[in-house]
T-cell receptor
Framework: TQLLEQSPQFLSIQEGENLTVYCNSS?????LQWYRQEPGEGPVLLVT?????EVKKLKRLTFQFGDARKDSSLHITAAQTGDTGLYLC?????????????FGRGTSLIVHP | DVKVTQSSRYLVKRTGEKVFLECVQD?????MFWYRQDPGLGLRLIYF???????EKGDIPEGYSVSREKKERFSLILESASTNQTSMYLC???????????????FGNGTRLTVT
């Protein structure tokens, strides 16, 4: 059973457009991470959010953790071709309080020039 | 920077072969993980280890075993490879911070295994 649902699964946009990726769960997480994976490489951490309602910014990327710590979003402003990749969310401390991260299935983003 | 090194980027093996996937991390991390990644299924945890000689089953351990004889090395073993084990295999490590919280994962670049 997938505890973290990511949407959309695929996204194909033009350079300069804005987009939002969602990560939802019925479980409360103590923290949530976003990773980006480029072809042929392993996922790389973008950000960790810990506090309900927290907003973090990383240049053109804005991450938000839901007030109830069950959901998160990633918003990219004015997407660039370098943003192309697979975006993964992972939650910790979910069902049973496990410290083992649970991953969503990912959102594959393609940004066309 | 933490470096997690997987010994092979690509492997091609025959059905029934015993396959070893090796992973080494250089930052003295307590925890190490093996995931497989398949299109549409995301990352699925095979096994993890929180200390030398300790191992715990993940979500899909069937057909796999692991070995952690030294802190820096975590090996994934396919006892008798089958075609449904064709996949991308990712190794990761993490540490426990002062609050005993798990750090984010540091991943290797993956081993793409094809079983024919």
């Amino acid at each position: 059973t997938q505890l973290l649902e990511q949407s959309p699964q695929f996204l194909s946009i033009q350079e300069g457009e804005n987009l939002t990726v969602y990560c939802n769960s019925s479980s409360v997480f103590s923290s949530l991470q976003w990773y980006r994976q480029e072809p042929g490489e392993g996922p790389v951490l973008l950000v960790t959010v810990v506090t309900g309602g927290e907003v973090k910014k990383l240049k053109r990327l804005t991450f938000q953790f839901g007030d109830a710590r069950k959901d998160s979003s990633l918003h990219i402003t004015a997407a660039q071709t370098g943003d192309t990749g697979l975006y993964l969310c992972a939650g910790e401390g979910g069902s049973g309080g496990s410290y083992i991260p649970t991953f969503g299935r990912g959102t594959s983003l393609i940004v066309h020039p | 920077d933490v470096k997690v090194t997987q010994s092979s980027r690509y492997l091609v093996k025959r059905t029934g072969e015993k396959v070893f996937l090796e992973c080494v991390q250089d930052m003295d991390h307590e925890n190490m993980f093996w995931y497989r990644q398949d299109p549409g299924l995301g990352l699925r945890l095979i096994y993890f280890s929180y200390d030398v000689k300790m191992k715990e089953k993940g979500d899909i351990p069937e057909g796999y075993s692991v070995s952690r004889e030294k802190k820096e090395r975590f090996s994934l073993i396919l006892e008798s490879a089958s075609t449904n084990q064709t996949s991308m295999y990712l190794c990761a490590s993490s540490f426990l911070d002062r609050g005993l919280r798990n750090s984010p994962l540091h991943f290797g670049n993956g081993t793409r295994l094809t079983v024919t």
